[in-house]
């Protein structure tokens, strides 16, 4: 599934990635009276990897094929769709019948964010995650702001807010006036609040909700100091920023190890006024309890060779950025 190129360079590119058993949970769930879809809160270019596992690759890439069909319409020719799976043959031009293959050893989550990043086309881009539903304007918005900021300095990355909504919530609020009376009332919480409550934290909110806009253009709100080992705030970026380190897996890190990478290389993290995404429900519990230890392991392994590379390319010691390690 391709999308329509057009004058796309100076865009935004959303890279959206998911396993392809959860398409239809994360994304056709938001269909209703209650959310609009993801890709219809973006006006951007959006770059999909699916990534397809299973004993019978062929049946998951159809049956992937039969959901997206549902949702080509309210794609708009904006969507670019990119099917990845682990085979242990040199790859080949047809998806071939893998009967007989082991089961997939869990998901690639960096190399999905990866492909997805690859294959677009665009100045900018934000890699994130399917759920997300943003600010009425926000590609528009932030890429104005991106055009005349990186004018000055190259290495700046853009974060902004993100919150949960409580399942109540039948309105998803558009505006930072309406998001502020759900936070005020406890029906909107900065992300992750109740399961990870420092890791998607930006301080100093309430300077952040009283800051006045004049309709017109976004600002930066001010830079945010990266002080936290475990911080991994939402970013938009040049596309040649690092890429996702692929040896860090699925739940281990695999997300704030690029933050690390910029924070080494010296990046500015630039908070975004009036901007926000939203994530529908507030999450209470994590999935990871049951699967910790190994988590533990695989996270030392990855800090392991993430300080080797540091070290290797001359970038600890030049920063005052948190030690994973």
């Given at each position: 599934m391709e999308r329509r190129k057009y004058?796309?360079?100076n865009r935004i590119m959303l890279a959206l990635h998911g396993s392809h058993e959860y398409l239809n949970e994360n994304i056709l769930k938001q269909a209703s009276k209650k959310f609009w879809l993801p890709v219809e809160s973006w006006n951007g270019p959006i770059s999909l990897a699916i990534y397809l596992t299973g004993r019978n690759i062929t049946d998951a890439y159809f049956t992937t094929l039969e959901k997206l069909v549902i949702l080509e319409e309210r794609f708009d020719g904006?969507?670019?769709v990119h099917f990845f799976y682990k085979s242990n043959k040199p790859c080949l031009p047809t998806v071939p019948?893998?009967?007989n293959a082991p089961i997939g050893r869990g998901y690639e989550i960096n190399v999905a964010r990866n492909i997805a990043r690859v294959l677009s086309s665009t100045k900018y881009i934000i890699v994130s995650d399917q759920e997300f539903i943003f600010s009425p304007n926000f590609e528009f918005q932030l890429r104005n702001l991106m055009d005349e900021t990186l004018k000055r300095s190259s290495k700046t990355v853009f974060i902004y807010r993100v919150f949960e909504?409580?399942?109540s919530v039948e309105r998803i609020p558009k505006e930072k006036k309406e998001l502020k009376m759900l936070y005020d009332s406890g029906l909107a919480v900065q992300f992750h609040?109740?399961?990870?409550p420092?890791?998607?934290e930006i301080s100093k909110i309430e300077e952040w909700f009283a800051k006045e806009y004049d309709g017109k253009n976004v600002t930066v709100n001010r830079i945010v100091d990266y002080e936290y080992l475990h911080w991994e705030p939402q970013l938009a970026s040049l596309t040649d920023i690092p890429f996702h380190d692929e040896t860090f897996l699925y739940g281990a890190a695999d997300n704030t190890v690029l933050r690390w990478d910029l924070c080494y290389r010296g990046y500015e993290f630039a908070l975004v006024d009036e901007l926000f995404a939203v994530h529908p429900g507030i999450r209470k519990e994590t999935f990871y309890g049951h699967i910790y230890g190994k988590l533990i392991t695989f996270r030392r392994d990855g800090y392991k060779s993430f300080r080797q590379r540091m070290i290797k390319n001359?970038?600890?010691g030049k920063s005052g950025c948190p030690q994973p390690w």
């Amino acid at each position: 599934m391709e999308r329509r190129k057009y004058n796309e360079y100076n865009r935004i590119m959303l890279a959206l990635h998911g396993s392809h058993e959860y398409l239809n949970e994360n994304i056709l769930k938001q269909a209703s009276k209650k959310f609009w879809l993801p890709v219809e809160s973006w006006n951007g270019p959006i770059s999909l990897a699916i990534y397809l596992t299973g004993r019978n690759i062929t049946d998951a890439y159809f049956t992937t094929l039969e959901k997206l069909v549902i949702l080509e319409e309210r794609f708009d020719g904006k969507v670019s769709v990119h099917f990845f799976y682990k085979s242990n043959k040199p790859c080949l031009p047809t998806v071939p019948d893998v009967t007989n293959a082991p089961i997939g050893r869990g998901y690639e989550i960096n190399v999905a964010r990866n492909i997805a990043r690859v294959l677009s086309s665009t100045k900018y881009i934000i890699v994130s995650d399917q759920e997300f539903i943003f600010s009425p304007n926000f590609e528009f918005q932030l890429r104005n702001l991106m055009d005349e900021t990186l004018k000055r300095s190259s290495k700046t990355v853009f974060i902004y807010r993100v919150f949960e909504l409580n399942s109540s919530v039948e309105r998803i609020p558009k505006e930072k006036k309406e998001l502020k009376m759900l936070y005020d009332s406890g029906l909107a919480v900065q992300f992750h609040k109740v399961i990870a409550p420092k890791c998607h934290e930006i301080s100093k909110i309430e300077e952040w909700f009283a800051k006045e806009y004049d309709g017109k253009n976004v600002t930066v709100n001010r830079i945010v100091d990266y002080e936290y080992l475990h911080w991994e705030p939402q970013l938009a970026s040049l596309t040649d920023i690092p890429f996702h380190d692929e040896t860090f897996l699925y739940g281990a890190a695999d997300n704030t190890v690029l933050r690390w990478d910029l924070c080494y290389r010296g990046y500015e993290f630039a908070l975004v006024d009036e901007l926000f995404a939203v994530h529908p429900g507030i999450r209470k519990e994590t999935f990871y309890g049951h699967i910790y230890g190994k988590l533990i392991t695989f996270r030392r392994d990855g800090y392991k060779s993430f300080r080797q590379r540091m070290i290797k390319n001359h970038w600890i010691g030049k920063s005052g950025c948190p030690q994973p390690w």
